[in-house]
């Protein structure tokens, strides 16, 4: 079993910034990618961005890409996602999740959910007007 667990939510107002972070225990290394989504009320679950651990390689849905911006630091298994520039649009319920995922897929590949078995709580991100 692999544990997620996400902090860094909180409220800004448009154009401001949030750096989230998921911090992953347990069996980590049977895992290969990790990657942020997203759900907005009354909207289903969006892919965000999505990190290969082991090569860095990176996947970023259109609506964040050049804002948003996904790392990793491999010595305490733990992933970020800085949003730059938030949007109104952007508010959602973030949501860390992790497996193991034949790399080279693409972004479509890389972002889907349903790929991903283990999930974080979630952390709320609000941007205001």
């Known amino acids: 079993q692999v544990q997620l667990v996400e902090s860094g939510g909180g409220s800004v107002q448009a154009g401001g910034s949030l750096r989230l972070s998921c911090a992953a225990s347990g069996y980590t290394y049977s895992t290969n990618c990790m990657g942020w989504f997203r759900q907005a009320p009354g909207k289903e679950r969006e892919g965000v961005a999505a990190?290969?651990?082991?090569?860095?390689?990176?996947y970023y849905a259109d609506s964040v890409k050049g804002r948003f911006t996904i790392s990793q630091d491999n010595a305490k298994n733990t992933v970020y996602l800085q949003m730059n520039n938030l949007k109104p649009e952007d508010t959602a319920m973030y949501y860390c999740?992790?497996?193991?995922?034949?790399?080279?897929?693409?972004?479509?590949?890389?972002?889907?959910?349903?790929?991903?078995?283990?999930w974080g709580q979630g952390t709320q991100v609000t941007v205001s007007s």
């Open positions: 990190i290969y651990t082991a090569d860095g390689i990176k």
């Open positions: 999740a992790a497996d193991r995922i034949p790399a080279y897929g693409g972004t479509k590949w890389s972002l889907a959910q349903a790929r991903y078995n283990y």
